[in-house]
């Protein structure tokens, strides 16, 4: 087992709905990451960096069983996650895959409406529960005003919030996001991270991000994973997580750890700049 | 407690139970309806002899008619299998395009129709079978084993929509080829025979043919039933369809071989009718305008689409009678050319 690393809190122990253990992951007969022992603390943010190619979106395909491991497991709520079928599993845990593709011509309420898929069956299609989950998933992302928009008539940041929308609708204590902020212009990256801090928060929904930026990384996770090669190279709260050290041997970069002037969280400023090497 | 409305959509709630019902669709499929009426009976009326509605509807229930050898021997068969066949190739076309969410997909793109085509023309042009009973059997098959092949071809850990639709097209190239040695290098005689099955052709059917397809698609009855509560999560990426608690390989698998027996048997009962499993749905989808293929306007589509050909067929050049697969062509051919130039629906 790992050393527990949730000092920051010394008291509150935190539970773990859902964990990896002795994972290893391969497409086709390319092993991705191996052996990897992961505990995602319920109701925190857990964001998983490392450089490309690293394996972090592959697990989190692995925790939202989109990809059987090979060997490992990965539980939730103590059940073999492979054993339990797969529209139970919807109940419990929403993922927002890297690029989705919404069917063409659809509009916004519609789309959000089949977050309630798993809920639903041939003669429940649309009860009182939907109703309301699809009104609050569409209120709390700010995308009530859009509802009978198409969606492919949105703007980056606005689609991205649809689909976090449908993601909710789906009521699940779980959210799984790969990397929700590509291809969003910095405002509405924050908009984005924003909104999924808030939801952790208000709504206590526990989160699992992968994401890009070591810096937003620093900035939104309670909890810190860094990946390297396919193996776990460090893991904890992100103060005591990045450092200079950890950029160096995961990103390979020399760096300057700060704290960030806004949050305080550490920020990474890259060292020895092109200009600097030159003149050395 | 906020609420909200789902354009479009209608909620009817009985108890415990909801459904939703796409307005547009449900007036698509009346509207379908009616018009498929109005062509039954006048494919019923019209013909070398007209004969007046009120004649037929005699005839049809069962009631003694001067015209019930015209009318209820010779008309009203050929109609009836012309239904059954085209409410067969709608549904098929439908099913196989969502499983391939591709509007080009259909049973003569994934193999099914030449697998048909190639196994009755063998047969035919090698004497092991002539062209009366068995013909539809060898039909049946030979576009199930096809249609097999390529899903077996296309199988690896899951149906891959994009490699089901390249390798189905391959085994088509195959088996027309084949279809041509045989027809070049059989008996004379019999080629001509299947030439004509070939175009598809509903001259001649009779109630043993729609026997066993109406069975058919009574049995698809249910199986369509649950495809189209999946529709709604299947439209999306692999990934996100998982993520909503979709079944996505046991689903692709039900959707594309019911699809498959569909066609199949429809090849048995009326020829391998080109194009109506392949405009129906976007024909369909367009008047539903819905966001997935509305299975049942498809069917209804089919149906109408195969009917009014057969009509048209018998009536165009009257008293030389086209096969009906010959009308589906003409029309469907610069309908398809029509969905490629001006179509953004789909296709990746």
């Excluded at chain 1, 960096?49 to 060997?71: H, M």
């Excluded at chain 2, 009574?218 to 189209?228: C, F």
Aim: net charge neutral; with cysteine; aromatic share 4%.
């Amino acid at each position: 087992m790992l050393p527990d690393t949730e000092s920051a809190e010394p008291v509150q122990r935190v539970s773990h709905r859902l964990e990896a253990r002795d994972l290893t992951l391969a497409y086709e007969a390319r092993t991705v990451a191996e052996g990897l022992d992961l505990r995602i603390p319920d109701g925190r943010v857990t964001v998983i960096v490392g450089p490309n190619a690293c394996g972090k979106s592959t697990l989190l395909r692995a925790l939202g069983r989109l990809l059987k491991p090979v060997r490992g497991a990965v539980l939730l709520d103590g059940e073999e996650l492979a054993r339990v079928p797969t529209k139970r599993i919807a109940r419990r845990i929403g993922l927002l895959p890297q690029s989705p593709s919404a069917p063409e011509g659809i509009a916004v309420a519609d789309l959000v409406s089949r977050g309630r898929q798993p809920h639903q069956s041939w003669w429940q299609q649309w009860s009182a529960e939907d109703e309301a989950a699809v009104a609050e998933a569409l209120e709390r992302t700010s995308t009530a005003e859009l509802a009978e928009r198409g969606v492919d008539e949105l703007s980056g940041g606005q689609r991205q919030r649809v689909w976090i929308a449908m993601a909710l609708a789906q009521g699940t204590d779980i959210l799984l996001l790969d990397e929700p902020t590509t291809f969003l212009d910095i405002a509405h990256q924050v908009e984005v991270l924003d909104l999924v801090r808030r939801l952790n928060v208000e709504r206590g929904r526990t989160v699992v991000a992968v994401l890009h930026d070591l810096n937003q990384a620093a900035r939104y996770a309670d909890h810190l994973v860094a990946m390297k090669d396919g193996r776990i190279v460090a893991q904890g709260p992100p103060a005591e997580v990045v450092t200079a050290e950890l950029v160096r041997e995961v990103f390979g970069l020399e760096s300057v750890v700060v704290p960030d002037p806004v949050t305080g969280t550490p920020l990474v400023v890259p060292g020895a700049p092109w200009a600097a090497t030159v003149d050395a | 407690m906020s609420t909200v409305a789902l354009r479009g959509y209608t909620v009817l709630r009985a108890g415990p139970a909801s459904f939703l019902l796409h307005r547009r669709a449900a007036l698509a499929a009346l509207g379908l309806l009616l018009a498929l009426a109005a062509t039954v009976v006048a494919s019923l009326c019209l013909g070398e002899s007209t004969v007046a509605p009120g004649e037929v509807l005699k005839v049809v229930l069962g009631q003694p008619s001067p015209h019930e050898l015209v009318v209820g021997e010779f008309r009203l068969p050929r109609v009836v299998v012309g239904l059954l066949a085209g409410t067969a190739l709608g549904l098929a076309g439908a099913l196989i395009q969502t499983v391939a969410r591709n509007p080009l997909a259909s049973p003569d793109v994934v193999g099914v129709s030449w697998g048909a085509t190639a196994t009755v023309v063998g047969l035919l042009a090698y004497g092991v079978v002539d062209s009366t009973g068995q013909v539809p059997y060898a039909a049946v098959a030979g576009g199930l084993a096809a249609g097999l092949l390529v899903y077996l071809l296309a199988w690896r850990r899951g149906l891959h929509a994009q490699r089901f639709v390249l390798i189905g097209i391959g085994v088509s190239v195959a088996l027309s080829s084949l279809t041509s040695v045989f027809l070049t290098k059989g008996d004379g005689f019999q080629a001509q025979a299947a030439k004509v099955w070939m175009t598809g052709s509903l001259n001649g059917s009779g109630y043993d043919q729609a026997g066993w397809l109406a069975w058919v698609l009574l049995a698809a009855v249910p199986v369509a039933l649950w495809a189209a509560r999946a529709q709604r999560s299947i439209s999306f990426d692999d990934a996100t369809a998982v993520g909503l608690g979709l079944r996505l390989d046991r689903i692709r698998l039900g959707m594309a071989l019911l699809g498959v027996v569909l066609a199949s048997c429809a090849a048995g009962a009326a020829g391998p009718v080109d194009f109506v499993a392949l405009m129906a749905p976007q024909i369909a989808v367009r008047l539903a305008r819905s966001v997935q293929i509305p299975l049942f306007c498809s069917a209804l589509t089919g149906a109408l689409v195969v009917v009014l050909a057969d009509l048209l067929a018998r009536r165009l050049l009257a008293p030389v009678e086209l096969p009906v697969g010959v009308v589906t062509g003409l029309v469907g051919a610069p309908y398809l050319m029509w969905l490629l130039i001006r179509s953004r629906r789909g296709g990746s």
